[in-house]
């Protein structure tokens, strides 16, 4: 079995990667909220349980599943010589740029001892009157006089439960994205280090984007179709310059069976910020989508161009006819389109928001869903899906769903 083997959206998931929301939500607060991408503020002990509930439907259907907070601990255990070189890139990459503070969180994430709690530490955030008081009052600075106690000289990371953007498996390889907001690349650094150090993945996996881009990508907007087509969205937080270099590492890898990517131009909106927020795959022949999308949705087909042996050729042309008929050349066949809580209006508006076209598909026909997006729900069993239902009420204040908080690292063939 291949470390990363992803071809499709719907075949029997196997293998997936997911991080337990911590500590990081408990820092979260009014004044940050628009910063650090969240609308409001998750209760933990509520959202860890719907989380909990999420994994356990994962493993009852023979998932396995695995952390991202586990898997950069064994990197540390494993790898003692680059403990050091990890929490100064985190510095760095965590914006502490005096000198001073950035010896005091050196000095403090370096006696954390235990490795599980110094990579959760990162991820929760540092308060100033965590770091060495002593130390912090002898040579007063102007930092230090207008700074308070309680204010965050590393900013916690909310985001990280959607483990979906950090990284797409594409393929046998991955792209190790740069991410739309500097708050969230700093996310990526530890699937940068899972993918270099970890045995279960060091040296076994492609990387068709790096996350030392120039242009942003996020996992959200990758969906592969089948081994030979890869649909992108070009999104809020994807551009379209990524999508470009993306398709000439690929094809550029002669292993990659994948010979044709398709740009879906949406648009660029907190609600629709990624294609999966409005389009998703829930069976052979069938994927639900928001109507919002119809009127001005532009599809691009991206193939390598006429010389083989040119990094730069690609061949890039604007399809013409419906999405159906689009889908249905690619895949060949009959294409069902399911619109999120049946497309009425108000519901399908009030449930895209909701997550509603964010569907996990474990199996053909197999969705891991909210269960507050009631419409859409109905609607999809009326399609003959079997709809696995989630606890949501907390989780869903990060604006994403099942399929956002999900990275699949394995599917069957």
């Keep these: 079995m291949s470390a990363i083997d992803v071809t499709s959206e719907i075949k029997p998931l196997k293998e997936v990667l997911l991080h337990r929301p911590g500590k990081e939500l408990l820092n979260l607060t009014p004044d940050t909220l628009e910063r650090l991408l969240f609308d409001d503020i998750p209760y933990l002990e509520v959202a860890q349980k719907e989380h909990d509930e999420f994994a356990n439907i994962l493993k009852e259907n023979g998932v396995k599943v695995f952390y991202l907070e586990d898997l950069m601990t064994e990197v540390l255990d494993q790898r003692p010589d680059i403990k ?19 010896y005091l969180v050196l000095e403090y994430l370096n006696s954390i001892e235990n490795n599980k709690d110094l990579v959760l530490k990162t991820m929760e955030g540092i308060r100033i009157s965590e770091l060495d008081y002593e130390k912090r009052r002898l040579d007063k600075s102007l930092v230090d006089l207008v700074s308070e106690d309680s204010d965050f000289i590393t900013d916690p ?37 899972i993918f270099n150090y970890h045995p279960k993945f060091k040296g076994q996996v492609p990387k068709y984007y790096d996350r030392y881009e120039e242009c942003h990508i996020e996992g959200g907007d990758v969906l592969n179709l089948n081994d030979h087509v890869l649909a992108i969205g070009i ?4 551009e379209a310059g990524a999508i470009d270099q993306l398709a000439k590492n690929i094809f550029k890898d002669k292993e990659s069976k994948i010979d044709t990517i398709l740009a879906f131009d949406i648009p660029v909106s907190r609600a629709f910020m990624h294609l999966d927020t409005v389009f998703t795959q829930v069976d052979y022949d069938k994927f639900t989508y928001h109507p919002g999308i119809m009127e001005t949705l532009k599809v691009y087909e991206i193939k390598e161009g006429n010389d083989p042996d040119s990094d730069e050729d690609l061949n890039v042309k604007e399809m013409t006819g419906s999405l159906e008929e689009i889908l249905e050349k690619y895949l060949g066949l009959d294409i069902t389109l399911i619109p999120c809580a049946g497309g009425d209006e108000v519901a399908s508006q009030r449930e895209q928001w909701n997550d509603g076209s964010n569907t996990l598909a474990i199996a053909p026909g197999v969705v891991v869903v909210y269960n507050r997006n009631t419409e859409t729900n109905r609607v999809l069993r009326e399609y003959g ?6 606890s949501s009420a907390e989780l869903s204040r990060g604006r994403g769903g099942p399929r956002c908080m999900s990275m699949p690292l394995v599917r069957e063939k």
């Design 385 to 390: 899906l079997k709809v696995i239902e989630m």
């Design 84 to 102: 050091e070189r990890f929490i100064k890139q985190f510095i760095i990459e965590a914006g502490v740029d005096t000198p001073k503070y950035k």
């Design 157 to 193: 990371m909310p985001n990280l439960y959607f483990t979906r953007d950090n990284f797409a498996s594409v393929g046998e390889g991955i792209t190790l994205n740069k991410m739309y907001s500097v708050t969230r690349n700093r996310e990526t650094i530890y699937a940068e280090y």
């Design 235 to 238: 999104s809020q937080r994807t």
